[in-house]
């Protein structure tokens, strides 16, 4: 069945530093994949999702690429910010159920 | 921007007790969901909805039932709450795009069954 893994539980990082965080799927179909964001005491939200014709999504400088060869959709932004801290979830489309989560990457960025 | 209105937010309850969690969409959307959300679970599907009077089972579904009586409304019961259905628990309301859909999630409540 379909399922995504994102391999960091816990990311901390500096403000202004690079940040990337993984996401890898295991898809039947060809998939649509999707990066949710949380804030404390906040409802998930969408941050980005990928597109069918291969353009590379960004919102609020976060951008995204998705491999089909490699199974991939990894999140990355040039510099992070404070107001970065959050929990990230990739996703999976899925045309039945909605979404398959991953287990989430919780980042904290500090000054 | 899309609305999912759910209460109550906070809920205590007793084990052994009935629990309604309910949803409101304002979006026109056909299809809702009930995730909880739980450290080191992420994000699970318990049960999803494609319409008024449609119910289905997500990935982890026992112990939990859900009611669709309207486009708009989509509850979720806990017939008997045990302490393991701690959680927050999320509704979500999206589109017939298939596996495109952006889900809209509501802001959560966070059950204690005591």
């Known amino acids: 069945g379909d399922s995504v893994t994102q391999t960091e539980g816990l990311v901390t990082l500096t403000e202004g530093l690079p940040v990337m965080l993984n996401c890898t799927y295991q898809s039947t179909y060809s998939p649509f994949l999707f990066w949710y964001v949380q804030h404390l005491n906040e409802a998930p939200k969408l941050l980005l999702k990928?597109?069918?014709?291969?353009k590379r999504p960004e919102h609020q400088g976060f951008h995204a690429t998705l491999h089909k060869s490699s199974s991939s959709f990894h999140l990355q932004k040039s510099s992070a910010q404070l107001s970065d801290s959050a929990l990230y979830y990739c996703?999976?489309?899925?045309?039945?159920?909605?979404?398959?989560f991953g287990l989430g990457t919780r980042v904290s960025v500090f000054p | 921007e899309a609305a999912v209105t759910q209460s109550p937010r906070n809920k205590v309850a007793v084990t052994g007790g009935k629990v309604t969690l309910s949803c409101n969409q304002t979006n026109n959307h056909n299809n809702m969901y009930w995730y909880r959300q739980d450290t080191g679970h992420g994000l699970r599907l318990i049960h999803y909805?494609?319409?008024?009077?449609?119910?289905e089972k997500g990935d982890i579904p026992d112990g939990y039932k859900a009611s669709r009586p309207s486009q708009e409304n989509f509850s979720l019961i806990l017939e008997l709450a045990t302490p393991s259905q701690t959680s927050v628990y999320f509704c979500a309301s999206g589109g017939t795009g298939g596996s495109q859909n952006t889900l809209y999630f509501g802001a959560g409540t966070r059950l204690s069954v005591l």
């Open positions: 990928s597109f069918t014709d291969n």
């Open positions: 909805s494609y319409g008024a009077g449609s119910t």
């Open positions: 996703a999976l489309g899925n045309y039945a159920q909605g979404l398959t």
